[in-house]
């Protein structure tokens, strides 16, 4: 008895772990290092293509103001404070911005994320449509961007989501061989 409960909480173990953030050998991965406005490291971006295609998104951050917040995937891979319009538009790939309008959403669309009073966003997010290796690793690169207010989901070309906050350039991680 004592036996099997010990295996089964090192198995829940090995799979919170899997899908924080642990890359997988052979299969495309990044990361951001994500700054505010006055250059303050706040936190972490991990993107990883999955063995179905799928790309996961793992983003933790510190010291954002309480509420709801856009995040999207920006075409270019340069953060200039304070306003971040270095980062360029969305990763768009011709396609419209939001999930509630036709012809959307955007590759670089996220889901909103909240933060409580103490400014902590922990959240890990799927994007069948983000490819690592197309979106993000092409000749400008691709930046991760958190904007003041919420995506409406609706508004070109970005959600009416108000300006931007915080910003993280994203680099290649080394994954290693395929097995
Ligand atoms: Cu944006």
Known sequence: MLRTTASLACAATLGASAA??????????????IH????????????QQTPSGVTSLVLAVNGIP??????????????????FESAGGHVADGREHGIMVEGGPHPGDLPNVVAGDAGIVNVEMFNPRLDVSDHLFDEDGAAVVI?????DY???PAGDSGPRIACGVIT????????
């Open 20 to 33: 924080w953030g642990q890359v997988t050998l052979g299969l495309e991965a990044a990361k951001a290092e």
């Open 36 to 47: 505010d406005s006055d250059g303050t490291f706040i936190g972490t971006l991990y993107v």
């Open 66 to 83: 309480e509420g709801t917040h856009g995040v999207h995937i920006h075409e270019v891979g340069e953060c200039e404070p304070p306003g």
């Open 147 to 151: 904007h003041a207010g919420s995506d």
């Open 154 to 156: 609706t508004t070109q």
């Open 172 to 179: 290649r991680e080394d994954t290693g061989e395929p097995e």
